[in-house]
């Protein structure tokens, strides 16, 4: 719920100071800079929630707490990518890809009813996925929206 908060408050925020100082509103930047904060947020995590995070990704796979760490930095090179016009389309499709890899891992927590901020098995179990997995598709869409589609439009209106 508060990645989605993050979201929507810094679009709200970055459309008002456009309009102040520029007079004039570019919706897709401000999607875009209100998914590079949220994600900043969520980077955050994972640098102080790496055990319980380490919990989320299935047995098979090792170094887990490194994987935590490695995607946390990931995040935050992609959400300085959405900044960069040159480099959004492709920062899209590899956040689409993330968001996808990491639907397993939310899952498996949920299954496990597992909070991922204590690393304890008290968390909110199923109801935690009926809202988890419905938010991911809006990430996603948001993100291809503000990043590949309009792209897409551009590039084939030139």
Same mark, same amino acid.
Not at 68 to 71: E, G, K, P
Not at 73 to 82: F, H, M, R, Y
Not at 150 to 157: E, G, V
């Given at each position: 719920?508060?990645?989605l908060f993050?979201?929507?408050?810094?679009?709200?925020i970055?459309i =008002?100071?456009?309009?102040?100082i520029?007079?004039?509103?570019n919706?897709l930047?401000s999607?875009r800079?209100?998914?590079?904060?949220?994600?900043l947020?969520?980077a955050?995590?994972?640098?102080?929630?790496?055990?319980g995070m380490?919990?989320?990704i299935?047995?098979f796979i /090792?170094?887990?707490p @490194?994987l935590?760490?490695?995607?946390g930095?990931?995040?935050?090179?992609?959400?300085?990518?959405?900044l960069f016009p040159?480099?959004?389309?492709t @920062? =899209? !499709?590899?956040?689409?890809v993330?968001?996808l890899?990491?639907? /397993?891992a939310?899952v498996?927590?949920?299954?496990e009813?597992l909070n991922?901020?204590? =690393?304890?098995?008290? =968390?909110?179990?199923?109801?935690?996925? !009926?809202?988890r997995a /419905?938010l991911?598709?809006?990430?996603?869409? !948001?993100?291809?929206?503000?990043?590949?589609k @309009?792209? @897409?439009?551009?590039?084939?209106?030139l």
């Open positions: 719920m508060k990645p993050i979201l929507l408050l810094t679009f709200i970055s =008002g100071i456009q309009k102040l520029l007079k004039d509103i919706y930047l999607a800079i209100a998914m590079c904060a949220m994600l947020f969520t955050l995590g994972h640098f102080l929630f790496t055990e380490s919990k989320m299935p047995n /090792p170094l887990k @490194t935590v760490l490695a995607t930095v990931l995040e935050i090179i992609l959400a300085i990518g959405l040159s480099y959004q389309k @920062t =899209g !499709w590899i956040l689409i993330f968001l890899l990491m639907l /397993p939310n498996k927590a949920s299954l009813n991922y901020q204590t =690393g304890t098995y008290d =968390g909110k179990g199923l109801s935690y996925l !009926w809202f /419905p991911q598709l809006f990430f996603i869409a !948001w993100i291809y929206f503000s990043t590949i @309009t792209n @897409t439009a551009i590039t084939n209106s």
